[in-house]
């Protein structure tokens, strides 16, 4: 793949034990990068630095962290300033689906802290360290119900947003300064974050070959929507007024949630 050959061959990802983070640290690794996978699953990440050092004979740095405590984004922070990396790719993230009075209140202040806050600080880092001229990239990841509010998922909606607005920011910022930034948009994708947010995923498209696209785009464009699916809706919503999108996602949202009984 040519085009992250312009990038420094190192690279840090959130979300690294599972789905789609899993999915970049295995398509960078194919091409000689050497990665820090962040994830709390110390067990989870031990394993695929194994394989990856065996398949590829690259170099792997693994590091649990919790994203949603204020410790242990301190000390990721305060070590991205010894190190320069030429991808930071942030996947971690999660969701909560329910009627929002009944979710619990300490969880969607963590999910505001692990997929917004925890974004901010690491980006900040990120481009405050830059020691040269050569490119960087930033991969963040929005999602399909971050265009629009979404009833029954309000919390997690409402952090795709604030990413999708944060990506398109920081790249008029500093894509004629050689900062590439991405936000993924995805629809359903079958990971372990149905699980977490309780939700039933039909139709949910695979995270295996999502990072190859994602890569193929970055500095081409600031949003993608990788699969026939994300571009499917993506593209039939956007066609839509913003109370329209809301109302649709809510009955598709609905299904996922309470099967059709919200």
């Known amino acids: 793949m040519k085009g992250i050959r312009k990038y ?12 789609i983070g ?29 394989d990856l050092e065996s398949k590829y004979k690259v170099q792997v740095e693994v590091n649990s962290k919790d994203l949603s405590k204020n410790s242990d984004i ?81 919390t997690y909606a409402a952090t795709k947003a604030f990413i999708q607005s944060f990506a398109e920011a920081i790249s008029g910022e500093y894509k004629n300064k050689g900062i590439d930034v991405i936000s993924v948009a995805p629809g359903p994708v079958k990971t372990n974050f149905a699980d977490r947010a309780g939700m039933t995923m039909g139709n949910a498209q695979s995270p295996d070959g999502i990072a190859k696209e994602v890569l193929s785009q970055l500095g081409k464009t600031v949003t993608v929507r990788p699969g026939f699916l994300s571009k499917f809706l993506g593209y039939s919503l956007i066609t839509l007024p913003r109370n329209l999108r809301t109302f649709v996602l809510k009955q598709i949202m609905g299904q996922m949630v309470f099967g059709g009984k919200g």
């Open 8 to 19: 420094k061959s190192s690279a840090l990802i959130t979300g690294a034990s599972s789905g």
């Open 22 to 50: 899993k999915d970049f640290a295995y398509e960078l690794a194919k091409h000689g990068y050497s990665l820090t996978l962040i994830a709390r699953d110390l067990r989870r990440l031990n394993e695929i630095k194994s």
């Open 74 to 154: 301190k000390d990721l922070v305060e070590g991205l300033k010894t190190k320069d990396y030429g991808l930071v790719v942030l996947a971690a993230g999660y969701g909560t689906g329910g009627q929002f009075h009944t979710l619990d209140l300490e969880s969607e202040l963590r999910m505001v802290d692990v997929n917004c806050r925890s974004v901010v600080q690491i980006c900040h880092q990120f481009i405050q360290n830059r020691k040269d001229n050569t490119p960087r990239g930033l991969v963040l990841f929005g999602s399909l119900v971050g265009f629009q509010g979404v009833p029954w998922t309000s």
